[in-house]
């Protein structure tokens, strides 16, 4: 096991390069100047040639690269353009509201995944089976900015039981209490509606194989009781499972721009569009990066975790 998780960790490091090159130039090639971030439209060219020098952005890419790389290798994720505070502090709260978010919106849609995967699978060629695939699929074909805007106009505008935006009581550090949850789940729910469709019917499409299997009907032959034959189908379900619901929790982290905007939570993904539009260049490498990392690093743990409950998995 050991072995395994020491080669697993040295694969991550090809990758952890190739997603900070990756990263680097991708925003580097976008359209527009980042001197325009800090300058005015109407600046003299020698002020603008000031301001490239200080920021080091009058040097070729391959020695910005480096440069960065062996800045982010020290922990220093550089300034920002915009603000001039440290990106890693930028990114500290941010960071925990992303995580918070997405941890409660993957318990949502894991939850719901897997009650309504298993029992479609239960009642497969049933109406009952028909409803949730369908449910599903209408969960992962929603966008998101809309269905955050109808859960607004519907809880926050007609009912006006829950807040439209915002992460809680002005100022005020989060706590699990209700006058900061009630901020929490409209952008939850809205987060969870994709990773519930796709839990379900990977789900369904799992368990429906598994109970096919052989073992299975030798099980039922034995005459085992069912709650017997459903912990074996669970044990052949759960890696597979793990894989995806893995997977979806570092899309949740990642792709939440467009509910955190909606909503105005104050996470990486607010973060990141405020950096796109005011085209701060060390805040949009500094996230991007950050969230790429925490995309591998949550694939080693899910690598992992798949090793621990198929042992078969290590073997090979």
């Keep these: ?115 309504f995967g298993g029992t479609a699978a239960a009642f497969r060629g049933t109406w009952i089976d028909r409803t949730l695939v369908a449910l599903a699929v209408t969960g992962v074909s929603l966008p998101h900015y809309w269905l955050g805007m109808v859960l607004v106009v519907i809880f926050a505008v007609l009912l006006n039981i829950l807040p439209a935006m915002g992460a809680g009581p002005g100022g005020m550090a989060w706590i699990w209490d209700w006058e900061h949850m009630q901020f929490l789940i ?60 893995g997977l979806q929790l570092g899309y949740l982290m990642g792709g939440s721009i467009l509910v955190e905007t909606v909503f105005s939570w104050p996470g990486t993904g607010l973060l990141l569009n405020n950096a796109i539009f005011q085209r701060d260049i060390p805040m949009l490498q500094g996230t991007i990066l950050v969230l790429a990392m925490l995309f591998v690093s949550l694939n080693l743990i899910v690598d992992l975790i798949q090793t621990t409950l198929d042992p078969r998995i290590k073997r090979s």
């Design 1 to 115: 096991m050991i072995i395994y998780l020491l080669r697993r960790i040295l694969y991550t490091i090809p990758i952890a390069l190739g997603v900070s090159l990756i990263c680097f130039m991708l925003v580097h090639i976008a359209p527009g100047d980042p001197i325009n971030a800090i300058a005015p439209p109407d600046a003299p060219l020698d002020v603008v040639a000031q301001l490239k020098h200080e920021y080091g952005l009058d040097k070729p890419l391959p020695v910005q690269f480096s440069i960065w790389l062996i800045h982010v290798a020290q922990g220093d994720l550089g300034h920002s353009l915009v603000t001039g505070r440290s990106v890693w502090e930028e990114l500290k709260d941010a960071i925990g509201n992303t995580l918070r978010l997405s941890l409660v919106a993957a318990t949502i849609g894991f939850f719901l995944g897997s009650v």
């Design 186 to 245: 409209l952008p939850a729910v809205t987060l969870s509606a994709i990773p519930m469709g796709i839990i379900t019917r990977t789900v369904r499409g799992i368990v429906v194989e598994v109970l096919n299997q052989d073992f299975v009907t030798t099980l039922r032959g034995k005459g085992l009781l069912k709650s017997h034959i459903f912990t074996h189908v669970l044990k052949n379900v759960a890696p597979s499972a793990s894989a995806v619901m």
